[in-house]
Every structure is written in structure tokens, then in C-alpha cells.
């Protein structure tokens, strides 16, 4: 069970980051090579929440859809994970100010903002599959 849960989590870490560090790397690359100006700080990291959860909610579903179909396989990705996802997302950009003092990504400080999303979210999903026997994937 510990393992599963950690395997969900890391889907749901692969989802999140995609879309949140993507956003967050596309500001950094647009105002390149000045920093992202404080007054939009943010708006950035509301729109790498939202963008980290959407792209999470559309890898879920594309996992499940061959199992449960399309619209089952959205619903479980909205409700199975969005806890998860919101505790993911929060500590991702949390470790993330508390680095760089701003939404900036470095290879440095990387390993710690995804390892802050990981293990925010594990403890949700490994209580949430012991519980109902169902983790970020509906497995």
C-alpha cells in the first residue's frame, strides 16, 4: 500500500509540475533577463496552481480512459485528486518563495520544490487508499 500510494503520488507530482513549472518557467523565460516583477508575483503563482492542477486532472484522465471511459474517467481525476493536488500545488510554490524569495525555477532549487509537492500529497493519498482502497487514480 505504501508503494501504490507513492506511485499515485508520483503521477500526480509528474501532472502538477508539468503545469506549474511550465508556467512559472514560461514568465521567468518572457521577462528574461530581469526578474519577474514583484506586482505580478501572484498572479504567477495562481496561474501555475491552476495550470499544475489542470494538467494533472488531464493525465489522470487520459490514464483512466481505457479502463472506465471518458466522462468516468474525468469525474474520478476531479474528485479523486484535488485534495491531493491543491496540498501538492501549495507546497510546491511554498518551497519554491521560500528558496528563491520569488516565482523563479533553477535546477537547484528543483529537487525541493517537487520533493515538497511529494510529500505533501503522500501522506493524503496513502490514508485516502487505506481508507477506500482508492488513491489519486481511482486504483
Known sequence: MLFRSA???GWCLF??????????AGFQNFYHPHPIPKDLWTMVWVLAMTAGICT???LETIILWKQVGPK?????ALGMSMVSMLL???AM????YGMMGAPAITLTVLPFTLGAGFLAAWPYNYWRLKKH???CHGT
Open 133 to 135: 482502497g482508492k488513491c
Open 15 to 24: 501532472g502538477c509540475a508539468l503545469g506549474d513549472l511550465g508556467t512559472i
Open 72 to 76: 468516468e474517467a474525468f469525474r474520478t
Open 7 to 9: 506511485k499515485n503520488t
Open 93 to 96: 510554490n511554498l518551497a519554491d
Open 88 to 90: 501538492m500545488e501549495a
Open 56 to 58: 494533472s486532472v488531464l
